[in-house]
Nanobody, 124 residues
Framework: QVRLVESGGGLVQAGDSLRLTCTASRRPLSLYFTAWFRQGPGKEREFVAGNWRGADSAYYADSVKGRFAISRDNAKNTVWLDMNSLKPEDTAVYYC?????????????????WGQGTQVTVSS
């Protein structure tokens, strides 16, 4: 099974940018649809962005559309989430997730594999 490890979280100010990285091991990332989810304080985990192969197969939550961009390099077994114009409401633990195949889903229950999460805090 694939193993996912996130990195790149931190404390930033509103309006700043941040890049999160998800590195996969044990299995080729090309076999999986990958996504980023987040869970803010007192909130349920929610879908942020997901993709299968490239920019033409990327999906975004309305709350981040136009500000966040998901990308991947299957040769490097890596997925990135570039976050721009960050807002305090983006504060959350961000998780990388994967599910076998190419099917898109926003439901966390559809994802088999998860990283440990990385904290992003945006101050106002």
């Amino acid at each position: 099974q694939v193993r996912l490890v996130e990195s790149g979280g931190g404390l930033v100010q509103a309006g700043d940018s941040l890049r999160l990285t998800c590195t996969a091991s044990r299995r080729p990332l090309s076999l999986y649809f990958t996504a980023w989810f987040r869970q803010g304080p007192g909130k349920e985990r929610e879908f942020v962005a997901g993709n299968w192969r490239g920019a033409d197969s990327a999906y975004y939550a309305d709350s981040v559309k136009g500000r966040f961009a998901i990308s991947r390099d299957n040769a490097k077994n890596t997925v990135w989430l570039d976050m721009n114009s960050l807002k305090p409401e983006d504060t959350a633990v961000y998780y990388c997730a994967a599910r076998p195949g190419s099917a898109y889903s926003t439901h966390q229950s559809d994802y088999n594999y998860w990283g440990q999460g990385t904290q992003v805090t945006v101050s106002s």
